[in-house]
């Protein structure tokens, strides 16, 4: 059973704007560290931006002043605001959760410890 379901990928020109959301029927938002992370074939998974319980968030440098992360608590979704895209962006975006709940953004963001629970992804595509 898919715990992490992601939406709202698609295709954009450069500068253009979408917003991801990640909706999560077994964990509560408010409790644990959550993420987003991308990946395109032949490159290392990066982690964007990743957001604790109280709001304290992280961010890759590559995306910092165009993106951001957020939730919705009573809704139990993750966001993604990405805006002034680039083609650079494009890639399958995943959100994570540490169900342990033991990681800080910096390192859940980082894969430092693993153990990560996983989205099956959404695409997007940015042409120039």
């Known amino acids: 059973q898919v715990q992490l379901v992601e939406s709202g990928g698609g295709s954009v020109q450069a500068g253009g704007s979408l917003r991801l959301s990640c909706a999560t029927s077994?964990?509560?938002?408010?409790?644990?560290?959550m993420g987003w992370f991308r990946q395109t074939p032949g490159k290392e998974r990066e982690g964007v931006a990743a957001?604790?319980?109280?709001?304290?968030?992280s961010y890759a440098d590559s995306v910092k002043g165009r993106f951001t992360i957020s939730k919705d608590n009573a809704k139990n979704t993750l966001y993604l605001q990405m805006n002034s895209l680039k083609p650079e962006d494009t890639a399958m975006y995943y959100c994570?959760?540490?169900?342990?709940?033991?990681?800080?953004?910096?390192?859940?963001?980082?894969?430092?410890?693993?153990?990560?629970?996983w989205g099956q992804g959404t695409q997007v595509t940015v042409s120039s």
């Open positions: 994570a959760v540490d169900p342990a709940g033991l990681q800080t953004p910096e390192e859940l963001r980082g894969e430092t410890y693993g153990g990560l629970d």
């Open positions: 077994r964990y509560s938002t408010s409790s644990y560290c």
């Open positions: 957001i604790d319980s109280d709001g304290y968030t």
